[in-house]
């Protein structure tokens, strides 16, 4: 159980275009999930709590307007890269858990490569 | 500020012996600690949790120790084998709820048949 879905696995875009990925719970309810970016050798950087109908909190240093978060369902929260540029390359990861979930256990998508040309 | 310090980003062992990783945090005060493990192009696979009023724990050949005097969690693999080759994590539960961890760099392990 507690299975999160990431898609696409990996992307590749032209500056300037936006780009969108997907995290699913397949198996539970997320009331929470988690987006993070990851470079080369350094750790997960959260970058925004996403709770299920109500706003993304971001942390500080991310442009809420670069990266557009949407949770509108219970199993599905989406991360928007607006006019994507070659500095937002990277590895992004989401993870969720819910009330089905054990506690304080984030369960973590496949992550996605993003490649901006 | 909080810092999260792994011992190093490289750890070759044999095969069959036993892998200690470590994890060192400062001007912290978590209520947990977690382990991840971490293969390359993936996303982190959950391990272990240790609360902060327990001194070990174990999970198979997993055994986690937390020391909040130490500030320091030791994360051992027993009869380690190549399968077990893999960048390893440790997080800590930070303030301002819904769960949130901070995760450290990572330390890979490599084991040697």
């Known amino acids: 159980g507690a299975v999160v879905s990431q898609h696409p696995s990996r992307v590749i875009c032209k500056s300037g275009t936006s780009v969108k990925i997907e995290c699913r719970s397949l198996d539970f309810q997320a009331t929470t999930m988690f987006w993070y970016r990851q470079f080369p050798k350094q750790s997960l950087m959260l970058m925004a709590t996403s709770n299920e109908g109500s706003k993304a909190t971001y942390e500080q240093g991310v442009e809420k307007d670069k990266f557009l978060i949407n949770h509108a369902s219970l199993t599905l929260s989406t991360l928007t890269v607006t006019s994507a540029h070659p500095e937002d390359s990277s590895f992004y990861i989401c993870?969720?858990?819910?009330?089905?979930?054990?506690?304080?256990?984030?369960?973590f998508g496949a992550g996605t490569r993003l490649s901006v040309l | 500020s909080q810092k999260i310090e792994q011992n190093s980003e490289a750890l070759n062992i044999q095969e069959g012996k036993t892998a200690t990783l470590t994890c060192n945090y400062t001007?912290?005060?978590?209520?947990?600690l977690q382990w991840y493990r971490q293969d390359p192009g993936r996303g982190p696979v959950f391990l272990l949790l240790?609360?902060?009023?327990?001194k070990e724990k174990r999970k198979e050949r997993l055994k986690v120790t937390f020391d909040t005097t130490l500030k320091q969690s030791l994360f051992h693999i027993t009869a380690s084998q190549p399968a077990d080759s893999a960048t390893y994590l440790c997080a800590l539960d930070r303030s301002g709820g819904y769960q949130k961890v901070t995760f450290g760099i990572g330390t890979k392990l490599q084991v040697i048949p």
């Open positions: 001007n912290y005060s978590p209520a947990y």
């Open positions: 993870s969720a858990y819910g009330q089905a979930t054990s506690e304080n256990i984030q369960y």
């Open positions: 240790i609360r902060e009023n327990e």
